[in-house]
């Protein structure tokens, strides 16, 4: 029997379901992947293997490349963008402490002053960073080509770009710069993709508003069109 395994690396796009759904319709993408190519060829055995990992860019992805790649898959899904291009109201060192919690003493301080100052005025601080992002457009554009030159170098896999989904007049309100951004990145995903002839998932019919309603991650529906358009390309 032929055997296909396909990667998914990228952030938590790829993994989320939003609103959370319980079993069993709480599946991301892969899972759908999964089910849906072993429906169509049944003399295949399709193995999926989902990477992704929460506020994942480019610069938290390269440290972890080799271990992402390391079962050489015949495809590899990169669904990377929206934790780079982002606009922020602090730096990702301070976010990453209160997230991971790394430093007790320290994230319990942290939470406290993003909590009562910062979080309430999200978008005022986003605004005294000069609406900087975690991975600004010129090492966006570096790290990206890089990726995908380590990739073809190191893999006979095939690959397939997930463009960014456009954010969502919520997270604008927030997050404020973060539309241009996307719009920004997506165009050197793009650029990429025709550089290195490179199949993109076509988003540009999803409706952000049914299809990824929190303004980011997609929905239990949202997940099934993706599944489908990505086992579209598979199948070609």
Not at 52 to 61: N, S, W
Not at 158 to 164: A, F, L
Request: proline share 5%; hydrophobic share 35%; glycine share 4%.
């Amino acid at each position: 029997m032929k055997h296909i395994k396909v990667s998914i690396i990228g952030c938590s796009v790829a993994i989320r379901v939003r609103p959370p759904m319980k079993e069993p319709m709480n599946k991301n993408y892969g899972q759908y992947l999964q089910d849906k190519l072993s429906e169509t060829d049944s003399n295949t055995c399709f193995t999926i293997s989902n990477k992704a990992f929460t506020r994942a860019t480019l610069k938290d992805i390269f440290p972890r490349i080799d271990e992402l790649i390391s079962d050489y898959p015949d495809y590899i899904v990169l669904n990377i963008g929206i934790p780079d291009a982002s606009t922020r109201d602090v730096p990702k060192w301070f976010s990453d402490i209160i997230t991971f919690k790394s430093q007790k003493s320290i994230s319990i301080l942290l939470a406290t002053v993003y909590n009562i100052i910062v979080k309430p005025k999200r978008s005022i601080f986003v605004k005294l960073r000069g609406k900087n992002s975690w991975v600004n457009k010129k090492q966006f554009k570096n790290l990206y080509k890089i990726l995908i030159e380590y990739i073809i170098k190191e893999t006979n896999s095939k690959i397939i770009i997930i463009p960014i989904n456009t954010p969502s007049d919520r997270v604008e309100k927030q997050l404020p710069g973060t539309k241009k951004n996307v719009e920004i990145y997506n165009k050197i995903i793009n650029k990429l993709s025709s550089e290195f002839d490179i199949k993109k998932v076509d988003i540009s019919d999803i409706d952000g508003v049914k299809y990824y309603p929190d303004g980011i991650h997609y929905s239990t529906e949202g997940h099934k069109i993706i599944s489908n358009k990505i086992a579209n390309i598979i199948s070609l």
